[in-house]
C-alpha cells in the first residue's frame, strides 16, 4: 500500500449536524444534484433537507410521522423531490410558495415494502419522469408520473401535516420479478441507457438491463455471485461496473461480459456496503459495514488510501449513505450526522511519517546549478533528489566503508563535485553527476576512533588550476585544510590553524600571528601562522564547560579573510588572516552572572553565518526590500491559495556562489566594474544561533547588534541551524522542536543598524522533532528542512504550505493548493508575526460603557442650564457645563430588579411595553424607569397622579404636562451629546 499516495483529507474532515431532526434519527439516503450544485437528505424519520452549495441549510420538511424513509431522488423534469417509505411514495414540490410542509403528495398503496429508488433522466422527456423501485419481492417497478398528476390545490386549513393523497393505480407503471430476494439497489445508467439492480440473490445478484424489459419476458444480463450483491456503480471512463457484497470482496465487470469479472479488488475485512466512483482521477470507493474506506485506482487496481471513521458513540455505528461530490472534490456520508471528507490534490495525512531516509538525518545540501538535493543519514546512504518532482536519481551505499557513518558533506562552487567526511576522520571527493569516487584521506593508523570525526567541511577556491582544497572542523575543535592535486589519488593534511582557546581564556582578548617561518612550495588562501605568545598559563575556569569549537563559517571575498568560530562554551573566535590576529568577540561571562546552578550548556552557540553583501547586491538592496516582497505573499495568511511564482529577487547574481559559506574568492577587479571599491560594501555582520533561544547579531568589533528571541509556540527554543539568501535580505533558522523562523534582515543590515529593522515574519511547525538543517532556494522561494525524523521536508517560503517530502511516490506540485495540508505528525498551522499597531500599545484608562452620574452633575457651576426653557447649544455645553466630566462607569446592582406590571396602554406603544421594577431603597419609592438618566427617572417619579394597585398611574391631561416640563429639556439635552440615540 502506498501510504503516501492519499486522497482524501482525515485532518479536515467536516461535520454537518442536522438541526430540526428527532431522536435517533439517521441519515438514509443522500442525493447529489450536480445542474443546481444542491445536496439532498433524506433522514429515516422522514426529515428532507436541502444543502445550497455553500452546506447551508435550503429548505427542509417533515413528510412522515410514522413510516420510515427508505430512498430518495430527484425529478429532474417535474423539479421535485421523490422518497420512499415502505408502502408509499411521496412527492414534494420545494419550490412551492407558503410552507414547505404543505406542499407534498403521497401515492399509495404499493403491494411490497419499497426498499430503494432511482429517477431515470431522459432529456427527451418533457414534464415527465419515470421512477424505478426496488422491493423486497424482488420486484423492479416503474412509475410515469406528470406535472399534470400534482396540480396543487389550495388547503384551507393551516394543519402542520396537511399532505394529499394519490392513489397509485391512476399512474401509469409496470412491473418485473428479476430478483429471488430483496432488491437493496437500483440505478439507471445514462450513458449504457439501461438500469442496474442488485439483490442479495447469488444467481441473479446484478442485473443489467433496458427499461423494455419490464415490459415483457425476455432474458435479462444477470451477473451471478457468492452471497449477491449490496450495492454496485458504474465507472464512465473505464466502461466498468463495480459490484461489492457480504463476500467482501468488489467485482468489475465489463458491461457487455457478464460471464466473468474483469477484476477484482480484495482487503475488506468486513461486508461491502456502499461504493462511490470518482470519475475525474478514476477512483473508486467503497465502505464496509465496520465504516473503513478503502480508495482504489480503476487502471491499475492498487489500493491508494485506507482510512477509518473512528468518532461516534454506540449510535453512530453504522454509515447509511455516501455520494461523491465532483463539483466540490468531497467524500460525503451519512448516518447519525452528515461528514465531509475533501480531497486533496497534494501529499496527503498519512499515519506513517514521511520518511526519506531509515534513519535520521546528518547532512543536507542543495546544488543550485543541478536543482538537485543531496541527502546523509546516519546509516551511511548518500541519495540525490530532483527538486522538481522529488525523484530520486541514484545512491550510495556505504561511500566510506561498511558502518562508517557520514557526519558532514559539502558541494564545491561549480557544483560537478561534492565532498564527504565520515566519523573515522576520513574524507572523499565524490562527481556529482555520476556518483563516482574520486579521491579519498585515509584514516590515519594511530588515529583514535572519533577522535577526528568530521563536523564541518567547507571548499575553497584553490588558487592554482587542478587542485582541490577543503576545510575542516573537527569535534575536538580543530580547524584544518585539506588538499589534493588532480593528478593525485590521495588528500593531505596541509595546513592547521593553532589552538587559541587556552590563551582567549587566559584572559586575553585579542592574539596576534605572524606568519609561519616554514616556506611552502604550493599557494594556499590561507598563510600558514603561528601565535605570538609562546607563554601559556593554566586555565582557571571551570574544566566542566567545554572548550572546543563547536561551528564555523568561512569568509573570504571582498577584502574580508575571515574565519568566525563558536565554542561550547559560548565564545566567539575570529581569525582575521587580513590583519593577522585572532581576537574573541563575545564571552558569556562578560555579559552575563554566571550561576554554577544553571546548566552551562545554555551557552553553547550551534551554528554561526556570516551576513555579507557584494556592491551588486547592495544596489539591489536599495531598490527593494524583502518586506515589500514577502508582505504580498504573507499577507493572505498561511491559508492563502495561491503563491506567488515571482521570485523577491530579481535576478540571480552570475558567478556567485551557492550559499554565503561558501568561498568566494574571485578577484574585486573581475565581479565588479572599475570604480567600485570595499568602500561601497557594507562591513560583515555576525549572526549567532545559541542553545538558549536566542539570535544574535555581531560586529566584527564584537559590539552585539541585536539580541533577538523568536517567537515560537514554546519560547526560548534552541536553535540549531541557520541560512540566508544569496544578498542576505532573510535569515531561516531551526529549533530542536521542529519550528522554522523566518525573519526580514535586509534593512538591518544598511547602516545604522537598527533594532526594528529586524523583523520576524512567519513561523511554523515542520517536524515534530529537531531539525538539523534549513535551505532556502531563492529562485524557487522555497525552504527544505531536514531532521533527526528521517525526512527531508520541502515548503513554501512566506506561507508555510506544506509541498511534500523526497521520497513520496506522487511527485512534488510545487504551486500553491487551495487545500492547505499539514504532514500527519504536525497540528500546528503557520503563524504570521505582525508588527504591533503604535495605538493598540496604549493602555485603556477608561471604563466603558460610561453613563450620566447625577452625583456629579449637581456638582456643576452651570445648573442653571437644566431650567432653561430652550435646550442649551453645543458650545454652550462644552464650554460651561463640562459634561463629560459628569460621566462615570455605570453602578450595578447586585440584587436582580422585580418586575410586577407590563404593557401599561397609558403609557403609550414604547413605554408601555416597559416593565415596572420595585427597587429597594429607604423611602420605598416605586418610579417607572424611562430612557435617560436617574435625574429623569426621579423626575418622573414626582410627577403628580394617583396610587393604585401598587403602581402610580395619572390622568392624561397632568401626565402631558408634567412629562413635557420636567422630561423634554432634559432628552433634548442628551440628544445634543448623542445624537444617535432618539428622542
Not at 208 to 227: A, C, G, I, Q, T
Not at 348 to 368: A, F
Not at 544 to 571: F, K
Not at 578 to 601: A, G, H, Q
Request: aromatic share 8%.
Amino acid at each position: 500500500m502506498d501510504e503516501e499516495n492519499l486522497v482524501f483529507l482525515i485532518s479536515r474532515k467536516q461535520r454537518v449536524v442536522i438541526s430540526g431532526s428527532r431522536r435517533r434519527d439517521v441519515i438514509k439516503c443522500i442525493v447529489k444534484v450536480p445542474q443546481l450544485d444542491l445536496l439532498i437528505t433524506a433522514s429515516q424519520k422522514g426529515l428532507i433537507t436541502i444543502f445550497n452549495s455553500q452546506m447551508r441549510v435550503q429548505t427542509s420538511t417533515s413528510v412522515t410521522d410514522t413510516s420510515w424513509i427508505t430512498g430518495c431522488d430527484y425529478l429532474s423534469q417535474l423539479k421535485r423531490i421523490v422518497a420512499t417509505t415502505e408502502r408509499t411514495i411521496i412527492v414534494w414540490d420545494y419550490k412551492a410558495q407558503g410552507s414547505g410542509q404543505e406542499n407534498y403528495f403521497v401515492i399509495k398503496p404499493m403491494d411490497h415494502c419499497l426498499l430503494c429508488v432511482c429517477v431515470v433522466s431522459l432529456p427527451n422527456q418533457l414534464c415527465r419522469d419515470d421512477i424505478l423501485l426496488g422491493d423486497d419481492g424482488g420486484f423492479v417497478n416503474k412509475f410515469t408520473v406528470n406535472s399534470d398528476d400534482f396540480g396543487l390545490k389550495q388547503a384551507k386549513s393551516k394543519k402542520k401535516l396537511q399532505s394529499q393523497v394519490l392513489d397509485s393505480k391512476n399512474f401509469k407503471s409496470v412491473k418485473r420479478k428479476l430478483h429471488n430476494d430483496w432488491v437493496m439497489k437500483i440505478r439507471y445508467i445514462t450513458p449504457l441507457s439501461c438500469f442496474g439492480s442488485c439483490s442479495l440473490d447469488s444467481v441473479h445478484s446484478l442485473v443489467l438491463e433496458s427499461l423494455k424489459r419490464l415490459e415483457d419476458n425476455l432474458p435479462v444480463r444477470e451477473f451471478s455471485m457468492p452471497r449477491g450483491a449490496n450495492t454496485f456503480c458504474y465507472c464512465t471512463k473505464a466502461n466498468v461496473i463495480v459490484t461489492g457484497g457480504d463476500d467482501k470482496v468488489l467485482r468489475l465487470w465489463h458491461p457487455n461480459i457478464s460471464t466473468k469479472p474483469v477484476g477484482k479488488l480484495v482487503g475488506h475485512m468486513f461486508s461491502i456496503t456502499e461504493i462511490v466512483t470518482n470519475e475525474k482521477d478514476q477512483h473508486i470507493i467503497s465502505l464496509s459495514s465496520a465504516k473503513v474506506f478503502r480508495v482504489w485506482d480503476v487502471q491499475t487496481l492498487s489500493l491508494l488510501q485506507v482510512f477509518h471513521d473512528s468518532h461516534g458513540g454506540p449510535g453512530d455505528m453504522q454509515i447509511y449513505s455516501m455520494v461523491y461530490d465532483s463539483n466540490h472534490g468531497m467524500l460525503i456520508t451519512g448516518s447519525s450526522v452528515m461528514d465531509m471528507y475533501p480531497l486533496t490534490r497534494m501529499v496527503q495525512d498519512t499515519k506513517q511519517i514521511p520518511h526519506t531516509h531509515e534513519r535520521e538525518i546528518n547532512v543536507m545540501l542543495y546544488n543550485r546549478y543541478f536543482h538537485q538535493v543531496l541527502t546523509v543519514c546516519s546509516e551511511s546512504i548518500i541519495k540525490v533528489w530532483e527538486l522538481e518532482t522529488g525523484l530520486q536519481i541514484y545512491q550510495i551505499l556505504d561511500p566510506h566503508g561498511f558502518s562508517v557513518e557520514l557526519t558532514s558533506a559539502a558541494i564545491d562552487e561549480t557544483g560537478f563535485l561534492f565532498a564527504t567526511g565520515a566519523y573515522n576522520g576520513t574524507i572523499k571527493i565524490w562527481d556529482f553527476g555520476s556518483g563516482q569516487e574520486m579521491k579519498v584521506l585515509p584514516e590515519g593508523k594511530d588515529w583514535k576512533e572519533e577522535e577526528h570525526c568530521l563536523q564541518r567541511l567547507i571548499f575553497l577556491k584553490a588558487q592554482e588550476k587542478h587542485q582541490y582544497l577543503i576545510l575542516t572542523l573537527e569535534r575536538n575543535g580543530k580547524i584544518k585544510m585539506v588538499q589534493g592535486k588532480e593528478e593525485d589519488l590521495y588528500l593531505v593534511v596541509t595546513w592547521e590553524l593553532p589552538n587559541v582557546v587556552p590563551l582567549l581564556r587566559d584572559g586575553n582578548h585579542t592574539v596576534h600571528l605572524k606568519p609561519f617561518p616554514k616556506h611552502r612550495n604550493m599557494r594556499i588562501p590561507f598563510p600558514d601562522v603561528q601565535l605570538v605568545e609562546k607563554n601559556v598559563s593554566r586555565c582557571v575556569n571551570s574544566p566542566d564547560i567545554s572548550t572546543e569549537v563547536n561551528c564555523i563559517d568561512l569568509l573570504q571575498v571582498e577584502g574580508y579573510n575571515l574565519i568566525a568560530a563558536g565554542t561550547l562554551n559560548g565564545v566567539i573566535i575570529l581569525w582575521d588572516f587580513i590583519n593577522f590576529t585572532v581576537k574573541e568577540l563575545y564571552r558569556p561571562e562578560d555579559c552575563f552572572i554566571v550561576d554554577p546552578d544553571l546548566d552551562p550548556k545554555r551557552f553553547r552557540i550551534n551554528n554561526i553565518l556570516f551576513l555579507f553583501r557584494n556592491p551588486e547586491c547592495a544596489r539591489r538592496s536599495s531598490q527593494d526590500s524583502v518586506c515589500s516582497s514577502s508582505q504580498c505573499d504573507s499577507s493572505k495568511g498561511p491559508q492563502s491559495s495561491k503563491g506567488s511564482k515571482q521570485s523577491i529577487h530579481d535576478n540571480e547574481v552570475k558567478g556567485e556562489q551557492p550559499d554565503v559559506t561558501a568561498e568566494q574568492q574571485q578577484p574585486v577587479d573581475k565581479k565588479h566594474p572599475a570604480g567600485t571599491s570595499v568602500i561601497d560594501t557594507q562591513p560583515p555582520v555576525i549572526v549567532t544561533a545559541h542553545e538558549d533561544g536566542h539570535l544574535r547579531f555581531w560586529k566584527l568589533e564584537g559590539k552585539l547588534l541585536k539580541n533577538m528571541l523568536p517567537f515560537t509556540k514554546h519560547s526560548a527554543i534552541s536553535l540549531t541551524s541557520l541560512c540566508t539568501d544569496l544578498c542576505s535580505r532573510i535569515l531561516l533558522t531551526g529549533n530542536v522542536e521542529g519550528h522554522v523562523i523566518l525573519c526580514s534582515i535586509s534593512s538591518f543590515l544598511d547602516l545604522p543598524h537598527e533594532e526594528k529593522k529586524l523583523k520576524q515574519l512567519l513561523v511554523w511547525r515542520a517536524h515534530s522533532l529537531e531539525i538539523i538543517q534549513v535551505i532556502y532556494i531563492e529562485d524557487k522561494q522555497l525552504v527544505l528542512t531536514a531532521s533527526i525524523d528521517g525526512s527531508v521536508r520541502l515548503w513554501h517560503a512566506f506561507s508555510g504550505h506544506y509541498c511534500g517530502y523526497f521520497g513520496q511516490r506522487r511527485m512534488f506540485e510545487l504551486s500553491q493548493s487551495s487545500d492547505f495540508i499539514l504532514p500527519c505528525d504536525v497540528n500546528e498551522y503557520p503563524v504570521e508575526i505582525k508588527e504591533e499597531n503604535k495605538f493598540t500599545e496604549k493602555k485603556q484608562k477608561y471604563e466603558c460603557p460610561l453613563v450620566f452620574d447625577r452625583q456629579k452633575w449637581k456638582k456643576m457651576s452651570s445648573m442653571s442650564l437644566l431650567f432653561k426653557r430652550t435646550p442649551p447649544k453645543a458650545f454652550e455645553v462644552d464650554h460651561d457645563f463640562k459634561f463629560f466630566k459628569s460621566l462615570s462607569s455605570p453602578k450595578i446592582r447586585r440584587r436582580a430588579l422585580e418586575g410586577f406590571l407590563t404593557e401599561n396602554r397609558e403609557a403609550g406603544v414604547i413605554f408601555g411595553s416597559l416593565p415596572i421594577y420595585r427597587v429597594q431603597s429607604p423611602t420605598s419609592l416605586r418610579f417607572l424607569p424611562l430612557i435617560g438618566s436617574e435625574a429623569q427617572r426621579e423626575s418622573a417619579n414626582s410627577i403628580p397622579g394617583k396610587k393604585k394597585g401598587g403602581h402610580v398611574q395619572h390622568d392624561k391631561v397632568s401626565r402631558r404636562k408634567s412629562l413635557k416640563r420636567h422630561l423634554v429639556p432634559q432628552i433634548n439635552l442628551a440628544s445634543s451629546f448623542f445624537p444617535s440615540i432618539p428622542k
